[in-house]
């Protein structure tokens, strides 16, 4: 009996927790602010993987109805539980990244919630390298560029960042590179604001 058990506990596992996992950890390298955890991830977990077998265990059930050798058996479980959901987590998280579901939702009328959080992870994680401007709550303001090794937190309780170029704007045109960086610990910012590359002469 306790053979038994473990040997559902595994199958339950690989069934409904193994497809989301893989479809959600894909999908949230591409969506900001995802990383939820609790009751709605445990929901989430159950229902994609859920939804994964509905639309592809067939394949499974085929594969043992017609007794096909091992390996094939092997590979197929591989493709219904890791291969498929990837390659759908990946897609999912592209066309949500590049806000292609949003288009679909506009066309016919819709405005659902946006997928990203927070306008924090909208503007850091699809904003091109810029010049920005950045005045912190104390008045002290920096200039730097946002790009290249420059980063900002995906943790909704740590917002803090790193400007990986810092720039001397006191005198006159051009801004001139300091050669330093900057980290800005979380809630010291005031205003941010962000200059495109193609716009500005200072470069």
Known sequence: MGSLSNVDAIYTALV????????????????A????????????FVTYSALNFALFGWIVY?????????????????????VIPAALGVLWGLSSQREMIGRIYEFFGLNPIHPTPSAWDRVFF?????????TLKNGTAFAGFWGGQSFASSDVKERDLYISQVYDFSGDLPWRPTGKSLFIAAGEISTIEFIPVIEESRA
């Open 33 to 44: 602010g995802q990383n939820r955890l609790g009751t709605d991830q445990i929901l989430a």
């Open 126 to 134: 699809n904003t091109p390298a810029s010049w920005v401007f950045i």
């Open 62 to 82: 085929l594969a043992i109805f017609y007794h096909v050798a091992p390996y094939i058996l092997v590979a197929t479980w591989i493709l219904i539980l890791g």
């Open 16 to 31: 409904f927790v193994v497809p989301s996992y893989v479809f959600l950890t894909l999908r949230n390298q591409f969506i």
